[in-house]
């Protein structure tokens, strides 16, 4: 019984470790739209006058691609990392990658640069209309990328690992201002 309970707990740190190795590697950007400068659009729309003036007007859909979204993330974003230890951090960028075999989903990646070596963090999240009887549309908002082993709600990743929605509590303000440019 001791050796059983030895091995769990071995087992337990091993993985423990892993997911802090991968925690702090970089996930594969090389195909996300609109991120290398040569792959950008000449003259991206504003996005959040275009989101705006759908919704004032009644718009049933707005088209945005991951190129566009992306390019003018590049162009207008200004983004900087605060705390204690943004004198060792720089952030590289803010991408939008589309999912659409994922059920739509999308995912929110902030691409840093910590003492020289790469990291990502990022959010999904998906985006529901359901037409009411009426005719009128309502949108939902679900803050996950569908289910980590048929248990728990994936928030996220860090690096390229997948994480639990509860993982992603301290990053949770970073994305939130990210969230109030729209």
Do not use: C
């Not at 040569?38 to 859909?61: C, G, M, V, Y």
């Not at 963090?121 to 009887?133: H, L, P």
């Not at 997948?162 to 969230?179: D, E, I, K, M, W």
């Amino acid at each position: 019984m001791k050796r059983y309970f030895i091995l769990f707990t071995l087992s337990l740190v091993g993985a423990l470790g892993y997911g802090i190795y991968l925690g702090f590697q970089s996930q594969d950007l090389s195909d996300i739209k609109g991120r290398l400068e040569d792959d950008r659009t000449n003259n991206p729309s504003s996005i959040p006058s275009l989101i705006q003036d759908a919704a004032k007007n009644r718009i049933d859909s707005v088209t945005i691609t991951e190129r566009e979204l992306n390019t003018w993330l590049a162009n207008k974003l200004k983004a900087r990392q605060e705390g204690l230890l943004a004198d060792h951090v720089k952030i590289k960028g803010v991408w939008v990658r589309f999912n659409e075999e994922e059920g739509g989903r999308a995912e929110i990646i902030v691409e840093r640069e910590i003492k020289g070596h790469p990291q990502t963090v990022s959010k999904f999240i998906r985006i529901e209309r359901k037409k009411k009887e009426d005719g009128s549309f309502t949108t939902y908002i679900y803050e996950d990328g569908g289910r980590i082993w048929n248990l728990l709600a994936a928030g996220g990743r860090f690096g390229p690992a997948r994480v639990p929605q509860g993982f992603l509590f301290f990053t949770h303000n970073a994305f939130q201002s990210l969230r109030n440019l729209f």
